[in-house]
């Protein structure tokens, strides 16, 4: 099956008191993050229902950051042999009844951009923003696709160079 990869990047809130701000427009739900999907235009094979092998190569190839002056930032480590676009934005809230729970509701560009702007003091610099999710599409109808991990890689393989199947 033909697919494409996108990953996430998570910029989190970060603040000395550890007290998150309440994101307007929400039920008391408090700002943990915000976070971002990017998906690349290179279609990967999908063999026997299982991620890609190579998509998380082309992910680590672009660098995600952010810093307070010059908001979130895109470069790659000229090695990325394809396209790239942001495909959806998220803002990540924890309910205050439910401290322990982080929930990530899907937003609209100009929602992302005005939570960035308006607690842009309360992001935490990041170099390299985590990436912690992909999410695949078939290539053809850009429905989503279900994969499953592809097996790691046994530690004889790895001494002798390999990243495995």
Same mark, same amino acid.
């Given at each position: 099956?033909?697919?494409?990869?996108?990953?996430?990047?998570?910029?989190?809130?970060?603040?000395?008191?550890?007290?998150?701000?309440?994101?307007?427009?929400?039920?008391?739900?408090?700002?943990?993050?915000?976070?971002?999907?990017?998906?690349?235009?290179?279609?990967?094979?999908?063999?026997?229902?299982?991620?890609?092998?190579?998509?998380?190569?082309?992910?680590?190839?672009?660098?995600?950051?952010?810093?307070?002056?010059?908001?979130?930032?895109?470069?790659?480590?000229?090695?990325?042999?394809?396209?790239?676009?942001?495909?959806?934005?998220?803002?990540?809230?924890?309910? @205050?009844?439910? @401290?322990?729970?982080?929930?990530?509701? @899907?937003?609209?560009?100009?929602?992302?951009?005005?939570?960035?702007?308006?607690?842009?003091?309360?992001?935490?610099?990041?170099?390299?923003?985590?990436?912690?999710?992909?999410?695949?599409?078939?290539?053809?109808?850009?429905?989503?696709?279900?994969?499953?991990?592809? @097996?790691?890689?046994?530690?004889?393989?790895?001494?002798?160079?390999?990243?495995?199947?």
């Amino acid at each position: 099956m033909r697919v494409r990869a996108a990953f996430d990047r998570v910029l989190l809130v970060g603040r000395p008191d550890g007290e998150l701000p309440v994101v307007v427009g929400s039920s008391g739900a408090r700002l943990a993050g915000l976070t971002l999907f990017v998906r690349f235009d290179r279609v990967f094979e999908s063999v026997d229902g299982l991620a890609p092998a190579g998509a998380e190569e082309v992910n680590r190839r672009l660098r995600v950051s952010f810093d307070r002056a010059r908001g979130i930032g895109f470069r790659s480590d000229g090695g990325l042999d394809c396209g790239w676009e942001v495909s959806s934005w998220l803002v990540d809230e924890i309910d @205050p009844s439910d @401290p322990l729970v982080m929930r990530s509701r @899907p937003v609209g560009r100009d929602a992302f951009e005005e939570l960035l702007e308006r607690y842009r003091d309360l992001f935490v610099e990041d170099g390299s923003l985590q990436s912690t999710a992909w999410a695949f599409t078939d290539a053809d109808s850009g429905e989503p696709v279900e994969l499953g991990l592809r @097996p790691a890689a046994s530690s004889s393989e790895v001494r002798a160079g390999g990243r495995g199947a």
